[in-house]
C-alpha cells in the first residue's frame, strides 16, 4: 500500500507558529532595542537574543517537544502585553523559542516542502495583520489577545494530533543553519516588511503590501514541486537582483522583485527543510539558524545606530549590503541541499481557498480610504513640535496609540516630528507617520527615507504642502537632517523647517549655521520647529553657552514662547525630560511675519507617558 500523504494539519499548525512568531519576535526585538537605547549604548540586555539558540541543545524530544512548545508559544504570546518591563521581553523571547521548537517537532510530520508552505502562509497572515494596521500589529497589545486567543488555542489543538510522521530519507544538513538563519532574518526585516520597503525605496505601500503577499502565497504553492538546480539558479538570481536593487538602487521595480524573491526565498527553504527529516536535525537546524538570524539582525541595528556602539565605523553602510549576502546564503544552501525528494503533500482545492482568503485578507485594508483632511481653520494656525520616542512610551512598550491620542486631542494643524522612525526592525518596523496621517486626516512628508541612515523627521499638515525636500545637516556623529516643506497658508506661502540637531555642541553649531544658510535663500514667512537640543543658557547637559539661542535671535528669529510674555529659562517650559523636565530643548521660532499667540507645553497624562519630551504647541498668526 501506498504511504497516506500527511495530513493538512501539520501545514496550518506551521502557518499559526509562524504567524504567532512573527509578532514575538517583533516585539523581542523592539523590547531588547528599547533597553539598549535609553542608554545609548550596549547593555546586558543585548544577550537576551541568545536564548533562541535554545532549540539547538534539545535531544530526543520527539512527539513530546510538539504540544508542550505549541502550548507554551500561545501562553507566552498571550500573557506577554501583560508582564511589566524586562519579564515582557523575556515572555516574548519565550514565546519566540516556542515557536522554532514547534516548527522543528512539525517536520517530520508534514515534511520540509510542506513546512516551508506553511510558513509561508504564516508569514502572509502577517503581512496582513499589518497591513490592517497600517504598519502597526495591532496583535501586540492586550486586545490583540481577542485574535491571538483562538489562533493560540488551535494551535495546541493541532499540536496534539498533528497527524502521522512520515518516513525518513537521507539527511544532508549541509549548510541548513545558514539557510534558515538568512530566510528568518529576510522575513523578519526586509522582505516580508512591505512598510520598511516603501520608506527605504520610497515605492507605493499599496504595491509593497501585494508584491509582498502575492510572492509568499504563489511562494507556498510552488515549494510543493520539484526544482532542478538550473532552476534554482535562475530564481536566486532575480532574488539576488531585487537585493541590489533594494540595497543600492531603490527602483520603482522594488514591489515586483519582492514577488519574486519571496517566491526564491519559499522555495529554497523547501528545498534547505526536506532533508532534515528528525526532530533533533531540525531543532539543531531552526536553533544554529536563530543565531544567524540575530547576527543579522544585529548587523543591521548597529548600522543604523552606529554612533552608539562599539567600532563605529565597521557598520556604517553595512545595511546597503545585507539583504544580498543573506539571499546568497540562502541560495548557497539550497543549492547544496538539492536534489531532494519529491512532496508528498500536493497542492489541493483547501490549498487554493487558503491562499485566496489569505491575499483577500492582505489586500483588502488597501482599499480602505484615509481620513479626509479638514480644511484649515481660519484662525491662527496650531503648530505642534514633538518628539516621538521611536515610537515608544516611557515604559518601554511600542504603542503608536498613545501618541494617535495626543495629536488628535491637540488637533494641531501642523505636526513637526522628531524620531517617528522609520519602519526599521528594531521599532517593529512602525510607520508612525502614515498610521496619523491615515487616522488623523493629515498631509504627511516623511522627510530623508530609511536608506539615508538618520534620525527621521516628518511633518504632518492640514495646510496643504506645495513644495518639499530634505536636506542634510553636518555632522561628526549620527546622520542628521532637516525637512523644507512650503505651506500654503491662507493662499500665502510659508517655509516651514523642521530640525532634530545633534547632541555635540559642536555639531549643533555646524548644522544651524548650514541650515541657516539654506532658508536665506528663500523669500516670504518661516518658522523654524523641532528638537534643537540646546537650551537659552546653560541648564543643558551638553551646554554650548547658549550658542544656538543666541545665533538665532541674533539672525533675527523670534523665539515663541519668549513672544507670549515668558522668560526664556522659564521652567514652565522645560521640555526634557518629560518624566523630570530640567531643559528647553524643544522650541518653535519664527520669522518677522509672525505673531505668536500663545505657547504651551503639553502635559496631558498621555503626553507624561508616551516621549521622553513634552509636545509644544503654539497658535501662530500670519501679519
Known amino acids: 500500500m501506498e504511504p497516506q500523504p500527511p495530513s493538512w494539519r501539520a501545514p496550518l499548525a506551521a502557518a499559526l507558529a509562524t504567524l504567532l512568531f512573527a509578532g514575538a519576535l517583533r516585539a523581542f526585538l523592539s523590547g531588547v532595542y528599547n533597553y539598549n537605547l535609553n542608554e545609548l549604548g550596549l547593555n546586558a540586555t543585548a544577550l537576551l537574543p541568545l536564548m533562541l539558540l535554545a532549540p539547538a541543545l534539545l535531544r530526543g524530544a520527539g512527539e513530546r517537544a510538539l504540544p508542550a512548545a505549541a502550548l507554551a508559544l500561545a501562553l507566552a504570546r498571550l500573557a506577554t502585553p501583560w508582564a511589566p518591563g524586562i519579564l515582557g521581553v523575556a515572555l516574548s523571547g519565550v514565546a519566540c523559542v516556542a515557536a522554532l521548537v514547534a516548527l522543528a517537532a512539525l517536520l517530520p510530520r508534514a515534511g520540509g516542502p510542506a513546512l516551508a508552505a506553511g510558513m509561508a502562509l504564516g508569514w502572509a497572515a502577517d503581512v496582513a495583520v499589518v497591513a490592517w494596521g497600517r504598519s502597526w500589529d495591532w496583535t501586540l497589545p492586550r486586545a490583540g489577545g481577542l485574535f491571538l486567543l483562538p489562533a493560540g488555542a488551535l494551535l495546541v489543538v493541532l499540536a496534539w494530533r498533528p497527524g502521522p510522521a512520515l518516513p525518513e530519507g537521507p539527511r544532508r ?23 520598511g520597503l516603501a520608506r527605504w525605496d520610497e515605492v507605493d505601500a499599496r504595491l509593497a503590501v501585494l508584491g509582498v503577499a502575492v510572492g509568499l502565497l504563489a511562494g507556498a504553492w510552488l515549494a510543493l514541486r520539484e526544482w532542478s538546480r538550473a532552476a534554482l539558479l535562475v530564481l536566486n538570481a532575480l532574488a539576488l537582483l531585487f537585493a541590489l536593487d533594494h540595497g543600492l538602487l531603490h527602483s520603482p521595480l522594488v514591489p515586483l522583485g ?49 554612533a552608539y556602539v562599539p567600532l563605529s565605523g565597521a557598520w556604517h553602510g553595512l545595511e546597503r549590503f545585507l539583504p544580498a549576502l543573506a539571499v546568497l546564503l540562502v541560495a548557497a544552501a539550497a543549492l547544496v541541499a538539492v536534489p531532494r525528494a519529491a512532496a508528498a503533500w500536493h497542492p489541493t ?54 501618541f494617535v491620542r495626543i495629536v488628535r486631542d491637540a488637533s494641531p494643524d501642523v505636526v513637526v516630528m522628531q524620531e517617528y522612525d ?3 526592525l528594531s521599532s517593529g518596523n ?41 536636506i542634510t545637516l553636518p555632522t561628526t556623529k ?20 523642521g530640525v532634530h540637531f545633534g547632541l555635540g555642541a559642536a555639531d549643533r553649531a555646524a548644522q544651524l549655521d548650514a541650515l541657516l544658510a539654506r532658508a536665506a535663500t528663500r523669500t516670504g514667512p518661516k518658522l523654524l520647529v523641532g528638537d534643537f537640543n540646546a ?65 504651551t507645553r503639553v502635559e496631558t497624562p498621555d503626553a507624561k507617558a508616551a516621549s521622553d519630551h513634552f509636545p509644544v504647541l503654539a497658535e501662530l498668526r500670519l501679519r
Request: proline share 6%.
Open 535 to 599: 537650551c537659552p543658557a546653560l541648564a543643558c547637559d551638553d551646554a554650548d553657552g547658549g550658542h544656538v539661542y543666541w545665533t538665532l535671535t541674533a539672525a533675527g528669529w523670534r523665539d515663541a514662547w519668549v513672544a507670549t510674555g515668558h522668560d526664556a529659562n522659564d521652567t514652565a517650559g522645560y521640555t526634557f525630560a518629560s518624566f523630570d523636565p530640567t531643559e528647553r530643548i524643544d522650541h518653535v521660532w519664527m520669522g518677522p511675519e509672525w505673531d505668536a499667540l500663545s505657547v
Open 173 to 195: 544538513r549541509g549548510l541548513a543553519p545558514w539557510g534558515l538563519g538568512a530566510w528568518l532574518f529576510l522575513e523578519t526585516a526586509i522582505v516580508a516588511n512591505p512598510f
Open 258 to 306: 519582492a514577488l519574486v524573491a519571496q517566491v526564491a526565498l519559499v522555495v529554497d527553504a523547501a528545498v534547505v527543510l526536506a532533508p532534515l527529516g528528525s526532530f533533533t536535525a531540525a531543532a539543531r537546524a531552526f536553533g544554529l539558524g536563530a543565531g544567524v538570524m540575530v547576527l543579522l539582525q544585529f548587523l543591521l541595528i548597529f548600522a543604523f545606530t552606529f
Open 349 to 402: 482545492r483547501a490549498l487554493a481557498v487558503a491562499l485566496a482568503v489569505l491575499l483577500l485578507a492582505a489586500a483588502a485594508p488597501l482599499a480602505r480610504p484615509a481620513a479626509p483632511v479638514p480644511a484649515p481653520s481660519a484662525g491662527p494656525m496650531r503648530v505642534m513640535t514633538f518628539n516621538f520616542h521611536q515610537g515608544f512610551d516611557n515604559d518601554g512598550v511600542l504603542d503608536p496609540e498613545v
Open 430 to 470: 512602525l510607520d508612525l507617520v502614515r498610521i496619523l496621517a491615515d487616522r488623523l486626516g493629515y498631509h504627511s512628508y516623511y522627510g530623508p527615507p530609511t536608506s539615508a541612515e538618520g534620525f527621521a523627521g516628518g511633518i504632518l499638515s492640514r495646510e496643504p504642502i506645495r513644495e518639499t525636500a530634505w
Open 478 to 497: 549620527d546622520n542628521r537632517y532637516a525637512t523644507e516643506t512650503r505651506l500654503d497658508v491662507g493662499g500665502r506661502d510659508a517655509w516651514l523647517y
Open 422 to 424: 522609520a519602519t526599521r
